[in-house]
């Protein structure tokens, strides 16, 4: 049975749910972004991001949408 948890939240210390964790196709992939990507060029994205995100229009959230 998998279990149904927001791993944002749930795991912010670190995978609680060990070898069952229903993401672990993703463990690789993001050790080894980490082991090749320098710290400045993770800061550079992270600020690509933000502008991004700073220069977008604002989005309405709908009481009724919800």
């Known amino acids: 049975m998998e279990q149904k948890i ?8 670190g ?3 060990g070898d069952k964790c229903p993401n672990l196709e ?3 992939a993001t050790s080894q972004f980490i082991e090749d990507t320098s710290l400045d060029k993770m800061l550079e994205i ?6 991004k995100k700073m220069t977008e229009p604002p989005k309405w959230i709908l009481p ?3």
């Open 46 to 51: 992270a600020e690509a991001a933000r502008l």
């Open 15 to 17: 995978c609680v749910l």
């Open 6 to 13: 927001n791993c944002a939240e749930a795991c912010v210390n």
């Open 64 to 66: 009724e949408d919800i």
């Open 26 to 28: 993703f463990k690789e």
